[in-house]
Each structure stands twice: as C-alpha cells, then as structure tokens.
C-alpha cells in the first residue's frame, strides 16, 4: 500500500508561483512512477506533468509545458511541482500519483493522493 499526501496549494494571483509537495509512504518510493493530475469544476482529470520510474524522463501536458516542473527525492521519498507564471485556468484540485513501475502517465493511476486545491485569480 502506498500513501499519498500533497501540500502546497492556495490561493495565488495571475503570474505568479507555487510549489506542491507530495510525501509518499509506504512500499518503495523507487519502484515508482509518480506525476501530477488536476481536475477542474466541471472537467475531466488530466496529467499535468509525470516522471518515470525507470528512465527518469519527464512528460508535460501542452498546457503547462515551459511553465511547470515535476522532481522528486527519493531520499525524502518527495515528488514536486513547480508551478510558474500561473494562469487561472490552471484553478483545480491537484493530485498527486503514484504507478508502480510506470514511466508514463497511465489512464488510472495504482493511488493518487486526496488532493490540495490551487486556485489562481486574474
């Protein structure tokens, strides 16, 4: 079993930054691929960003491409986002995710964490 627990989100204007955290515990953070999802009002689930377990590549959806950046610490057993020159439609709940042994972001992740809200006003 692998827990999940973001922080980070609030409430921020146009332009500006945020960075969520997400600590995972449980089974090997090393034996996974871990990445970022939202969900606005209204709209279906998307990954934003995801970093593979064994190729430690980085993928971006289009909309955040050049604007966020996923890391991770294995020793701190942490996966972050950076999350520059914010738009509001970037405004949703982000969660994050865990695959075991994946290196792209899958339809349904093996867990996802309860999620932190990012709300950014214009």
């Known amino acids: 079993q692998v827990e999940l627990v973001e922080s980070g989100g609030g409430l921020v204007q146009a332009g500006g930054s945020l960075r969520l955290s997400c600590l995972h515990s449980?089974?090997?953070?090393?034996?996974?691929?871990h990445g970022w999802l939202r969900q606005a009002p209204g709209k279906a689930p998307e990954f934003v960003a995801f970093?593979?377990?064994?190729?430690?590549?980085?993928t971006y959806a289009d909309s955040v491409k050049g604007r966020f950046t996923i890391s991770r610490d294995s020793a701190k057993r942490t996966v972050y986002l950076q999350m520059n020159d914010l738009k509001p439609d970037d405004t949703a709940i982000y969660y994050c995710?865990?695959?075991?042994?994946?290196?792209?972001?899958?339809?349904?992740?093996?867990?996802r964490g309860q999620g932190t809200q990012v709300t950014v006003s214009s």
């Open positions: 970093i593979g377990w064994s190729t430690d590549r980085s």
């Open positions: 995710a865990a695959q075991f042994r994946g290196d792209s972001p899958p339809r349904t992740p093996d867990y």
């Open positions: 449980g089974r090997a953070f090393v034996n996974y691929g």
